[in-house]
């Protein structure tokens, strides 16, 4: 269906084979002991950069729409991950390290005005969850949020939007604001993620350096990728399992 739907507007796909970068997802996750959907989005997000930054792109452009949103945000909210709540926003600027621009141009459109669009424009879509999403807790938070919507309609995209802006204020407050003492409340820096000013941001070394992977240089918060990590372990259980059969 993509590869038609490029074809129709003369457009050439960029297709990467997993199984020769040896990591096919479902061989990945059951190596890894992780959900599909899980690495499916490790491998995702390192392609997506990796592939715009080769090619000169200049933003990576998704279409995560106002459901998807939302329900990362409970996600995020529900288990108080500041690393994460931190980085949500449909625009995320291009990082010294390599990291390509972000943006989410259908984050205020509804899942349902999406598909509305879709239809009444003729383009022909999949309708069934992906098969790699089987076990993703997004579609639990998607479904609470969906009853929650029904009784107050209105309710996801204010609790979406009204992040956006307190998160704005917040982050605002903690890089120039200070309390009755002059510091900047230790509180906000722990529980929001947000870094003080002049502080180095989470994928930085001390010195504001860009940390790179040691394996295949790409950004990353640790020595090396999450991408490298999944792969090396992919790699070491094809080993395990060839000594044994050997």
Request: proline share 5%; with cysteine; hydrophobic share 35%.
């Amino acid at each position: 269906m993509t590869l038609a739907y490029a074809a129709s507007r003369g457009k050439k796909p960029i297709v990467v084979d997993l199984r020769a970068e040896g990591v096919p997802i479902p061989e990945a996750s059951r190596r890894a002991r992780k959900e599909e959907c899980s690495v499916c989005g490790t491998v995702k997000r390192y392609f997506f950069n990796r592939i715009a930054a080769d090619s000169g792109f200049t933003a990576v452009a998704t279409g995560h729409n106002l459901d998807d949103e939302a329900a990362r945000l409970l996600g995020n909210l529900l288990h108080w991950d500041d690393g994460h709540l931190s980085r949500q926003h449909p625009l995320l600027p291009e990082s010294e390290g390599g990291l390509v621009r972000k943006v989410k141009p259908l984050w205020r459109v509804s899942e349902v005005e999406t598909a509305s669009y879709g239809f009444l424009k003729g383009i022909d879509f999949v309708t069934e969850e992906c098969p790699m999403s089987e076990d993703a807790t997004s579609l639990v938070y998607k479904e609470a949020l969906s009853l929650i919507e029904e009784a107050m309609p209105g309710t996801r995209r204010r609790f979406y939007q009204g992040f956006l802006k307190n998160r704005d204020v917040l982050k605002n407050f903690v890089e120039n604001g200070k309390d009755k003492n002059g510091d900047v409340p230790e509180l906000f820096n722990v529980h929001l993620g947000f870094p003080r000013k002049n502080q180095s941001p989470p994928d930085q070394d001390i010195d504001g350096r860009s940390r790179k992977c040691i394996t295949c240089g790409a950004p990353t918060y640790a020595e090396t990728c999450s991408y490298c990590r999944l792969k090396e372990t992919v790699a070491k259980a094809r080993r395990r399992t060839e000594k044994k059969s050997g």
